[in-house]
T-cell receptor, first 116, second 116 residues
Framework: AQSVAQPEDQVNVAEGNPLTVKCTYSVSGNPYLFWYVQYPNRGLQFLLKYITGDNLVKGSYGFEAEFNKSQTSFHLKKPSALVSDSALYFCAVRNDRGSTLGRLYFGRGTQLTVWP | GAVVSQHPSRVICKSGTSVKIECRSLDFQATTMFWYRQFPKQSLMLMATSNEGSKATYEQGVEKDKFLINHASLTLSTLTVTSAHPEDSSFYIC????????????FGDGTRLSIL
């Protein structure tokens, strides 16, 4: 079975400081990993993905994520947070086997608040 | 690129009304579209997956007669909430994917449904 854990409901960080939003996953087979961001009353915006290749993935708005196979983690990071980064962040996973319908399994989300 | 338009953004209607929500991929052909439901401060719950020209695959516990999904073309999927009741009030989000399952899903901005 596939699953995603985002252990923190909330992350608070001061503007200009580095931020990390944690994600661990469980899949059978190789994982396809994604990060999305959601602003209030909006859909999800794609930030970045890991399929294969380099473990460090760079995405939109200065975000990056590091795939760690041994720890089954895919933490989202940004070197210097902005107030405008405040939003709800979702980690998602699917595996490379089975149905081609491509169902994603989402974490419960982490609310990031960046204060001035 | 990869824009998904969802309409309407907000619906308020009386109990017993049927409500149709449209999801369009504006600049790509979506072989697969997904419908999600999101409760306040919670993650996305997958309701169903639809492929163009075939019947939707519903997740366990989702009533297919209650939530009718039609994926008539490669750019349009519709979700009809039939005889809606207050417990159907929620935020409904669609997404669409181009081709292979390792590609990200692109999300609409959601529909806030309120049943009085």
């Amino acid at each position: 079975a596939q699953s995603v854990a985002q252990p923190e409901d909330q992350v608070n960080v001061a503007e200009g400081n580095p931020l990390t939003v944690k994600c661990t996953y469980s899949v059978s087979g190789n994982p396809y990993l994604f990060w999305y961001v959601q602003y209030p009353n909006r859909g999800l915006q794609f930030l970045l993905k890991y399929i294969t290749g380099d473990n460090l993935v760079k995405g939109s708005y200065g975000f990056e994520a590091e795939f760690n196979k041994s720890q089954t983690s895919f933490h989202l990071k940004k070197p210097s947070a902005l107030v405008s980064d405040s939003a709800l962040y979702f980690c998602a996973v699917r595996n490379d086997r089975g149905s081609t319908l491509g169902r994603l399994y989402f974490g419960r989300g982490t609310q990031l608040t960046v204060w001035p | 690129g990869a824009v998904v338009s969802q309409h309407p953004s907000r619906v308020i209607c009386k109990s017993g009304t049927s409500v149709k929500i449209e999801c369009r991929s504006l600049d790509f052909q979506a072989t697969t579209m997904f419908w999600y439901r999101q409760f306040p401060k919670q993650s996305l719950m997958l309701m169903a997956t639809s492929n163009e020209g075939s019947k939707a695959t519903y997740e366990q516990g989702v009533e297919k007669d209650k939530f009718l999904i039609n994926h008539a073309s490669l750019t349009l999927s519709t979700l009809t909430v039939t005889s809606a009741h207050p417990e159907d009030s929620s935020f409904y989000i669609c997404s669409a994917r181009i081709g292979q399952s390792n590609q990200p899903q692109h999300f609409g901005d959601g529909t806030r449904l309120s049943i009085l």
